[in-house]
């Protein structure tokens, strides 16, 4: 029909073989008597078999097609050797648009990486804007294609792309081999759009869906696209498969359209091909006889051109042709037949523009062209283009950008001689760059680049995103692909797609909304409920044995061992171990619990406020209570200690951790940052992050190192005293056990973090916990014991077997303890003698004899503290016997010293008692039996 349209300037599907001038004096025309036909399939081995096998095979004028890839790269290598041109309509390889590989094909569809622009651009019309991945069978052509499916999804802002190849035998677990091999690893990125680029669908696409199925991916969740060469007429309706038919259900592929699939009513080529009658089915069948027990024979009826639809590719094949005639006849009127070099005839000052452009393209501007041109045997009979070789030449110009490649003097390939290979167009082949017009599939221009010349421009093409959808019918449902959208001109870069009268798209799930989600939602390594619930249920169990703590101290100030302890003191490192304990609060947090961004930096910022504070409040608060205690022992008669005085070195490691703190803040703060540490499955993992923590952690370390150093220095200072004054013991256990907690702990916590968090969380709460836990539990425990179970009793039982506790510690036998106080009472001013009293020698059993030296101890409680002497030794004795906070100061068995009065203003004065109880009757009596 093609051949005959341009034989007879038909302009019923192509205006211009009417209008063109070009056309008005063109003597070119096709022998349609002198025509062959054949069916290539998909078989290369068909093209070499048919062409070589025709007696005149060296006096062909041109190829058409064939379709499919394979038969074209054959009939491409062939073409070469006849000299002729091919044009294919169908056949997508890149490698057709390479000079240097095959100078003489043309195609009037596109090539894979316009199909491949315009499938990235069908997606993103989709809502798939990301996470791809790409399945193909490792075939050239499907490698092509991936290849080109990755440019174009990069270039239209796809980040995520990975590639699976599958080979036979499919099955196993090979990698790039199997089927179920790419699946896994579909499955394990979780990336739900995926485009299957198969040469062979009908041996592959079976094994696809097999797999696809048994890893879950087929499901309304997934978006498929599959290469448009797929058979999809087998696929639904051969395969008997079920699995390539859930497969393909809501499944996309994207064509190049004919004009026929556009627009059926008004399509001029199928209105043509509809009016053909039953002499064209005889010609046509005389073109290709085949005998009716050969393989392929089909009979058609005479109303064929009627009742059956054109097969797909048939507009591309007409326009091919059409695109033949027509370079033919731009030759002819640029060349005069049969001449070559400066006999060529200039008809206009454009031609002769032309003429020029020609020769320069060609490399050769002596016009020593090869070229023939006219009609000889009915054929075009322009022949010519003979592959030329020259030695390289320094001052050599007639080299062609787009048709010579010239190597580097210096890359000698094993002593063989350098040469500049040209390849010289015939002006037929030049002729169909050069041409335009409006065929059956829209408008035929070729020249898409200066490089690429022998592409079709793929601006001008109608493309098809095809949808395959379950279909009611009578005798029920079935699968078909449906055209819902089309994009008509501009391409992937200024097209858009339209919604047919067809649509809209139906996905796998049945409706027209596509997945919400472009991947399944990967491992975000949030922070788990139940490992959650264990972190706060431990904030709460510190926070409210803290509070317990408060309470105590509060509801037993009065007591003895509170007052001895310093309330004040005993509430400032509760409040420090409440600080500390709340951090645990701000880092069980993450996105999971609907925290945004700003608050999860926000808590990141105040964390390290949290635990470097606290615990600075708790052993600062601990080395000031135990100072105080040191500089009450050093002063003499009239001297107070107020709390002001003890708090200096807690005032400055305090203001040096906040300037530190607000510098970090300030300079190079913690923000919440949630990275990716898995680029493949998409697993990220989300913490407080600083790009210089390590500036402000060492010196923040430094001073919270100090401040325990300090504290356990002054706890050794004052480990004679009194347990109830100083808790040295108990101050020593608590560093310890901290001790090995941080030095175990935080390499653990280094460890974790960033590997998991639900561990990472735990580690960290459980060594803030500890602190806080073990300062309160040890120091104000033991308290709390002997307030609620007081010791009283086992002194009794010691009494009543003839054992007395005398004042100061020492134990007489048989002796009532208020008669032991009287004793010594009596006895402290005869016995103080020499050294301004303190110095002692020892008389009788009676070792230790107390002097009263008592200090001051402002905001505090009544307090004595006796000294001993021993000997002739003049130095201090502060045993934890020596020391002792009274409770009730009117009591009867108090001995007559100097106490610490409580004055009005808060502070705690020395005095000396001016009435001492008088001992009673027992006291006397028990006094005359001592002596």
């Not at 033949?324 to 206009?348: D, I, L, P, S």
Request: a negative charge; glycine letters at 8%.
């Amino acid at each position: 029909m093609a051949m005959e349209h341009f034989n007879n300037r038909d302009s019923s599907v192509v205006p211009e073989l009417g209008t063109d001038p070009l056309m008005e004096n063109c003597s070119v025309y096709f022998p349609i008597d002198d025509m062959d036909a054949a069916d290539t399939t998909t078989l290369p081995n068909q093209v070499s078999r048919f062409i070589m096998n025709y007696p005149k095979s060296h006096d062909r004028c041109a190829i058409f097609g064939p379709f499919y890839d394979e038969p074209a790269l054959e009939a491409g290598v062939i073409s070469y050797g006849l000299n002729v041109p091919v044009i294919t309509h169908g056949a997508e390889d890149n490698r057709f648009a390479m000079e240097r590989q095959f100078p003489n094909v043309f195609r009037t569809n596109v090539h894979l990486h316009a199909m491949g622009d315009l499938a990235i651009s069908a997606l993103r019309s989709k809502g798939r804007t990301d996470f791809l991945n790409v399945i193909y069978s490792t075939h050239p052509y499907s490698i092509q294609h991936s290849e080109t499916i990755n440019n174009a999804a990069k270039e239209q802002g796809f980040k995520r792309i990975y590639h699976h190849g599958i080979a036979p035998p499919y099955v196993g677990m090979e990698p790039g081999r199997s089927a179920w091999y790419a699946m896994e690893n579909v499955k394990k990125n979780t990336f739900r759009t995926i485009f299957v680029a198969l040469h062979d669908a009908i041996e592959q696409i079976s094994f696809v869906a097999d797999a696809a199925e048994e890893y879950g991916l087929i499901s309304p969740d997934y978006v498929w696209m599959f290469s448009g060469n797929i058979d999809f007429d087998y696929a639904l309706y051969g395969s008997g498969n079920s699995n390539v038919t859930k497969l393909l259900k809501g499944a996309a592929f994207m064509r190049q359209m004919d004009g026929f699939d556009v627009d059926p009513e008004g399509d001029h080529f199928l209105k043509s091909w509809k009016s053909q009658d039953a002499e064209t089915v005889a010609t046509v069948q005389g073109l290709n006889p085949i005998l009716a027990d050969e393989p392929g024979y089909y009979n058609p009826p005479e109303d064929y051109f009627q009742v059956i639809t054109p097969m797909r590719g048939s507009g591309f094949m007409y326009d091919a042709v059409i695109a033949q005639g027509m370079g033919a006849c731009w030759a002819e009127a640029n060349f005069v037949a049969g001449g070559g070099g400066n006999n060529q005839k200039r008809r206009t000052q454009e031609e002769a523009d032309t003429k020029s452009s020609l020769a320069a393209v060609e490399g050769d501007k002596t016009g020593n062209e090869e070229v023939g041109g006219g009609k000889s045997n009915g054929r075009i009979a322009a022949r010519g283009g003979t592959r030329r070789a020259q030695y390289l030449r320094p001052s050599s110009s007639a080299r062609s950008p787009a048709s010579t490649k010239v190597v580097p003097a210096d890359s000698s390939h094993q002593g063989r001689t350098l040469k500049e290979v040209k390849y010289s167009r015939k002006p037929n082949m030049v002729g169909i760059s050069e041409i335009t017009f409006t065929g059956a599939t829209g408008k035929v221009q070729f020249k898409e680049s200066k490089r690429y010349y022998k592409n079709r421009n793929r601006r001008v093409f109608t493309y098809g995103l095809y949808n395959i959808q379950e279909v009611q019918e009578d005798e029920g449902s079935s699968l078909k692909y449906i055209l819902t959208d089309i994009l008509t001109e501009g391409g992937a870069e200024e097209g858009t797609w339209e919604e047919t009268e067809n649509g809209p798209f139906i996905f796998a799930s049945g409706t027209s909304r596509p997945p919400e989600l472009l991947r399944a939602v990967p491992e975000q390594n949030y922070l788990s409920r139940g490992v959650r619930f264990t972190g706060l249920f431990f904030m709460s169990i510190a926070l409210a044995t803290i509070f317990a703590a408060v309470v105590f101290v509060a509801l037993k100030s009065k007591h003895s061992l509170v007052r001895g302890a310093q309330p004040m003191f005993l509430n400032a490192f509760a409040f420090g171990a409440t600080t500390m304990t709340l951090s645990i609060f701000t880092l069980s947090w993450d996105e999971s619990y609907g925290w945004s961004e700003d608050q999860l930096t926000a808590a990141c910022q105040t964390t390290p406020w949290l635990v470097v504070l606290g615990y600075i409040i708790i052993y600062c608060s601990l080395f000031s209570k135990l100072w105080r205690i040191n500089q009450i022992l050093q002063f003499r008669r009239s001297r107070k200690v107020d709390a002001k005085a003890v708090l200096g070195p807690f005032a400055a490691l305090m203001l040096c951790a906040v300037v530190v703190l607000s510098v970090w803040t300030g300079v190079d703060p913690r923000t919440w940052h949630r990275e990716e540490i898995d680029d493949y499955t998409g697993e990220t993992y989300g913490s407080c992050r600083s790009d210089h923590s390590i500036a402000f952690l060492i010196p923040l370390a430094c001073i919270m190192v100090l401040s325990t150093i300090l504290a356990a220095f002054m706890s050794w200072k004052t480990k004679d005293i009194q347990e109830r004054f100083s808790e040295s013991s108990w101050i020593f256990y608590t560093i310890f056990a901290q001790l090995q907690v941080l030095l175990v702990g935080i390499p653990v916590v280094v460890i974790l973090d960033g590997a998991s968090t639900d561990a990472a969380y735990l580690g960290k709460t459980l060594v803030i916990w500890t602190v806080p836990m073990s300062t309160v539990l040890l120091l104000i425990g033991p308290k709390a014991v002997k307030v609620f179970f007081p010791e009283e009793k086992v002194s009794k039982s010691r009494a009543s077997r003839g054992v007395s506790m005398a004042p100061g510690g020492v134990t007489v036998s048989g002796m009532s303890p208020s008669a032991a106080n009287s004793l010594f009472s009596a006895n402290s001013s005869v016995m103080s003698k020499g050294n301004n009293n303190s110095s002692y020698k020892s008389r009788g059993p009676m070792d230790h004899i107390k002097q009263g030296r008592t200090g001051s101890v402002a905001g505090s409680t009544d307090v004595t503290i006796p000294t001993s002497t021993h000997g002739s030794d003049t130095s201090v004795h502060r045993k934890k016997s020596s020391v002792k906070f009274q409770k009730d100061m009117g009591s009867n068995d108090l001995p007559c010293e100097e106490v610490i009065q409580p004055g009005l203003d808060g502070t705690m004065r020395t005095q000396e008692e001016e009435q001492c109880p008088k001992p009673g009757n027992d006291a006397e009596e028990s006094k005359e039996e001592v002596q």
